[in-house]
Structures are given as structure tokens and as C-alpha cells.
């Protein structure tokens, strides 16, 4: 049986639920101080993009273990085809199993309590994550280059929405934090747009990965191992 994915069918389905929870999370963060909700349970926890392990953090979770997935099958059979890079796709695959289970767990924050900055660097956990980005962006310049140039710019463009949301939103985020605090609308909405991007970001970098399995026209096949070890033995000798 073959598994058939349509690239056509597939992108408005990723774009209209990740459209129906960042409308939902925005929608909780307007009507929060009109009608005084609860911020301890009810829908506002739930669905509010500001809190965590709720529904848009499990949707965002399942986004990046989803792109772990790929990259590892790409890394399968690009290491079975005999290509070059079959370590970056590998690291990448477990850099976004990391980030599906920091989603979680968010294990940033912890890290960002360590150091205290002030202003636009609120959120500290910004300054070596930038750093990471930096240094990992110019190892991987002779990866893209090898990609084909309409995939590679296509990851660029997935990679700079989703870091544009993670880090670069932070920045405004902490400013607004100093000053407001985070019990407000506009610290919601920031947020909200922040989220937004990191969701967009992952679904664009979906796409191009599911692109790229599709151009290499490889095919995953699962079977038990006693049958492998079957046609292993029955293979004849050199």
C-alpha cells in the first residue's frame, strides 16, 4: 500500500488549524479584561498563546516533532543514496526533537532565570540563543548551497519566520514586560504574534521537507527483522 501526500491538499489543512488556534488565543486575550475571565481556568488557559501546556502548546509541539520526523527520514535515505551532509540532517532532526520537548517544558525559560538583563534583553535566554543561530547559520552555508537553490531558499525563509518569532519577538516582549508588566492586553498580543510566527515557521518547514522527500522520490518501506535477517542470508556471495 502506498501513502500518497498532496502538497495541495495538505497546506490549507496546516494553515487553517494553525489559523483557528492563533484566532482563538487572540480572541481569549481581547475578551479577558472586557468580561473580567478567569486566568486560572477556563478557556483563557487554555487557549490563551501566552500559557503554557495548553492547546497552542501541544499544536506547536506536535509541529516540531513532525519536522524532526522528516529531517530523520531524509537522513535515512540521503545516507542511503550515499550523499554528503548526512550529519546536518541528522543534528537537525534532533535540534527540533529538542525544541519539541522545550515547547513542553520550556526549558529556555529556566535558562533565561540565570542571567538578569535589562530593557529589550528581559528574556536573557535570547543572547546564547542568538549566539546558537549565528554559529549554526554559517556551518550550514555549504549545506544549503548544496540543496537545490529553490528548496534552499525556502528553508532560509522557514528558518528566518520561525527564529524571526522565537528570538527576534522576544526582544519587543521583554521591552514591553519592563514596562507594562505581562497581566495586559498588549503583552498577549505580542506574545500572540510571537507564537504565531514560531507555528508558521514550523508549517512552512514542513512543507519544504515533505518538497524535498517528494523530489528524491524515495520510498519508506517497514519490515520485521527476521525478515531482513531472512534475505540477508539468502543473499548470494560475492
Not at 478567569?38 to 492547546?55: A, C, D, R
Not at 556551518?139 to 537553490?149: M, S, T
Amino acid at each position: 500500500m502506498d501513502i500518497v501526500i498532496s502538497r495541495a491538499r495538505l497546506r490549507p489543512i496546516l494553515f487553517a488549524v494553525m489559523a483557528v488556534i492563533v484566532a482563538a488565543g487572540v480572541l481569549v486575550e481581547v475578551l479577558r479584561p472586557i468580561y473580567d475571565l478567569k486566568t486560572k481556568s477556563g478557556v483563557v488557559p487554555l487557549l490563551s498563546l501566552s500559557y503554557e501546556q495548553n492547546i497552542p502548546t501541544f499544536y506547536s509541539a506536535i509541529l516540531l516533532l513532525v519536522c524532526s520526523l522528516l529531517l530523520a527520514l531524509i537522513a535515512v535515505g540521503a545516507r542511503a543514496s550515499g550523499e554528503r551532509f548526512v550529519p546536518h540532517w541528522w543534528v537537525l532532526a534532533a535540534g527540533f526533537f529538542y525544541m519539541a520537548f522545550d515547547e513542553m517544558l520550556e526549558f529556555h525559560e529556566q535558562l533565561g532565570k540565570l542571567i538578569s538583563l535589562p530593557g529589550v534583553l528581559h528574556f536573557s535566554w535570547i543572547v546564547p540563543a542568538g549566539l546558537l543561530v549565528l554559529v549554526l547559520g554559517a556551518a550550514y552555508i555549504p549545506f544549503l548551497r548544496a540543496l537545490p537553490r529553490r528548496i534552499a531558499l525556502r528553508f532560509v525563509l522557514a528558518g528566518a519566520v520561525y527564529v524571526g518569532g522565537a528570538v527576534g519577538m522576544e526582544l519587543p516582549l521583554g521591552w514591553w514586560t519592563v514596562h507594562h508588566g505581562e497581566d495586559n492586553l498588549g503583552y498577549g498580543l505580542i506574545d500572540a504574534l510571537e507564537e504565531a510566527l514560531e507555528m508558521l515557521g514550523a508549517n512552512l518547514f514542513i512543507l519544504v521537507l515533505l518538497d524535498h522527500l517528494a523530489d528524491k522520490d524515495w520510498n519508506v518501506r517497514f519490515v520485521r527483522e527476521n525478515k531482513v535477517s531472512r534475505a540477508v542470508k539468502a543473499a548470494p556471495a560475492p
